[in-house]
């Protein structure tokens, strides 16, 4: 079975993104643990993560995707720029403990100049200040289109920070179709791109895919997403990732510009055309 959501607005509380999901024939879906600028997060209602994990249980969701704000970076040369990406992912952490069994991606970072090498290093440094062996999550890492000074447009760049991080088991990686698309690895050719997937990190490291078309030729370091079937990688690719043995059991997600009624078309095209 094809497990399939989109990214959510959580403005409504938790039980009512579970709700929007079965309404658009999602079993998974993204949220954002906070304003994705990064500002404070509201205080989360038990009752209210209770009556999701009651709905996900039900309905037998695939793991929820929390994403951390897009502006933080454990990677800035900055030490008050570090420490604020440091304590919001650490307080994330502790807010999903409400969501055990989950996965929480974050984008690794921008090293702005100093160099990937020291980038990756600052990096590690964060996630072994965080990363605690009492977490109930896994900490993912999203592949990046490499816009400006990105870390993680390689997947030797991932494997690096990877290899750094002492609670190991704790992480794993978001491949977002987009993502790598714009940073040269060909999704046409998608049993090469994961052959060097698994030569470098390993493909059991994969726990998620966000599933978007894109608006730029591949290897053009833009990520700028599409709607599935109007951008430069096309519903048949698309169409190969969900199917790909390797991949067919993961979670995916949409991150498409998108209403809801779109997501549900979305979703419904993707169910068309996976093979069970
Ligand atoms: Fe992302
Ligand atoms: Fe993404
Ligand atoms: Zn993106």
Partial sequence: MLHIGCHLSASKGFEAMGRTALEIGADT????????????AKDIDPQDVQ???????????????????????????????????????????????????????????????????????????????????????????????????EIGRSFEELKQILDGVKENDKMGVCLDTCHVHDAGYSLAELDDTLTAFDKQ??????????????????????????????????????????????????PFCLETPNDLAGYAREIALMRRLYRP
């Fill in 201 to 250: 990190i390993g493909l059991s490291r994969l726990k998620a895919v966000h599933l978007n078309d894109s608006l730029n030729p591949p290897g053009s370091h833009k990520d700028r997403h599409a709607p599935i079937g109007q951008g430069t990688i096309g519903t048949e690719v698309l169409a190969g990732a969900i199917n790909h043995p390797a991949l067919k059991h993961l």
């Fill in 51 to 149: 009556a999701l994990r009651q709905l996900l249980a039900e309905h037998h969701f695939a793991p929820l995707i929390a994403h951390a704000p897009y502006t933080l970076n454990p990677a800035s040369a900055d030490s008050k720029t570090r420490e604020f990406a440091r304590q919001t992912l650490a307080d994330d952490l502790q807010r999903m403990e409400y969501l055990p069994g989950n996965l929480y991606n974050f984008h690794p970072g921008s090293h702005v100049g100093q160099g990937a090498e020291a980038g990756i290093r600052l990096i590690i440094d964060t996630l072994n200040e965080i990363l605690t062996p009492d977490l109930h999550t896994t900490v993912l890492l999203e592949t990046m289109a490499g816009k400006g000074s």
């Fill in 29 to 40: 879906f993204q949220f954002f643990t906070r304003n994705p600028r990064g500002s404070r």
